[in-house]
């Protein structure tokens, strides 16, 4: 009994080794990044200052959010600036247990994700953020000040970041469907129709109630499923399996 709990034990405690490694590497870019804390928040909140009138500013209704937002906005840098350390750590941790086939899908799919989720970030910064704040700023009523909480702020950020993160990882959902049997790509053509409304649908859902702001979530949503259906037809035709150990 001991003999077979031996191998449970030695992986468990592999596993704590690189989640203590990931978790270190962390915790370093995050102190190197915490005198610059203030210049972070403000660089995440450069698309709402540009497009808030002239006098306006924005407000901490909170206590302590002054202190706390900028330190979240600073861990959020340093998992981003530490990931692929952590994805590294993730890899080593379970490529041993995987055929050379699956190494080979596993890898890219990985390294694409991750490209793209950020891809989507930066599309929402620097093209949606402008646009959505721009539209908001001008729909404020005459005698209302826009000066908008800190915090909410930063969670407002944070749901655009996730939707167009996730968006942008439609080519690699719609591989994987493909490639694990669930779907074909004579499917995924024939329900384009249905994709594109549902493109809508989820982008009325998730961004502000102006239209430019859901058009520019909806279109890429679209277009990235019309290529990941091309890159399904091209690259993950199902090929006889690799049953070789690496």
Same mark, same amino acid.
């Given at each position: 009994?001991?003999?077979?709990?031996?191998?449970?034990?030695?992986?468990?405690?592999?596993?704590?080794?690189?989640?203590?490694?990931?978790?270190?590497?962390?915790?370093?870019?995050?102190?190197?990044?915490?005198?610059?804390?203030?210049?972070?928040?403000?660089?995440?909140?450069?698309?709402?200052?540009?497009?808030?009138?002239?006098?306006?500013?924005?407000?901490?209704?909170?206590?302590?959010?002054?202190?706390?937002?900028?330190?979240?906005?600073?861990?959020?840098?340093?998992?981003?600036?530490?990931?692929?350390?952590?994805?590294?750590?993730?890899?080593?941790?379970?490529?041993?247990?995987?055929?050379?086939?699956?190494?080979?899908?596993? *890898?890219?799919?990985? +390294?694409?994700?991750? #490209?793209? @989720? $950020?891809? !989507? /970030?930066?599309? =929402?910064?620097?093209?949606? &953020?402008?646009?959505?704040?721009?539209?908001?700023?001008?729909?404020?009523?005459?005698?209302?000040? *826009?000066?908008?909480? +800190?915090?909410?702020? #930063?969670? @407002? $950020?944070? !749901? /655009?970041?996730? =939707?167009?993160?996730?968006? &942008?990882?439609?080519?690699?959902?719609?591989?994987?469907?493909?490639?694990?049997?669930?779907?074909?790509?004579?499917?995924?053509?024939?329900?384009?129709?249905?994709?594109?409304? !549902?493109?809508?649908?989820?982008?009325?859902?998730?961004?502000?109630?102006?239209?430019?702001?859901?058009?520019?979530?909806?279109?890429?949503?679209?277009?990235?499923?019309?290529?990941?259906?091309?890159?399904?037809?091209?690259?993950?035709?199902?090929?006889?399996?690799?049953?070789?150990?690496?």
């Amino acid at each position: 009994m001991q003999q077979d709990l031996q191998p449970l034990i030695e992986h468990l405690i592999e596993l704590r080794n690189r989640l203590v490694r990931a978790a270190l590497a962390i915790l370093v870019v995050f102190l190197i990044l915490f005198n610059w804390r203030g210049e972070l928040y403000h660089l995440l909140a450069s698309p709402l200052l540009a497009a808030l009138p002239a006098g306006s500013h924005m407000i901490a209704t909170d206590v302590t959010s002054s202190f706390f937002v900028p330190l979240k906005v600073t861990g959020m840098v340093a998992f981003l600036i530490a990931l692929p350390y952590c994805l590294y750590q993730g890899w080593a941790f379970v490529a041993p247990g995987l055929y050379q086939h699956e190494k080979r899908l596993v *890898m890219p799919l990985l +390294i694409s994700s991750v #490209l793209l @989720f $950020v891809v !989507g /970030m930066i599309f =929402a910064y620097f093209l949606v &953020f402008p646009v959505v704040f721009g539209f908001m700023a001008k729909a404020t009523p005459e005698g209302v000040a *826009m000066m908008t909480d +800190i915090d909410k702020y #930063l969670s @407002f $950020v944070l !749901g /655009m970041f996730l =939707a167009f993160g996730v968006t &942008f990882e439609t080519p690699v959902v719609v591989m994987v469907l493909v490639r694990m049997g669930l779907v074909s790509v004579e499917k995924l053509r024939e329900i384009r129709s249905y994709v594109i409304v !549902g493109a809508f649908v989820i982008a009325a859902i998730v961004t502000p109630p102006d239209v430019l702001s859901q058009v520019m979530l909806a279109v890429p949503l679209w277009l990235l499923y019309e290529v990941g259906v091309v890159l399904a037809a091209w690259l993950m035709v199902p090929k006889p399996a690799d049953t070789e150990r690496a």
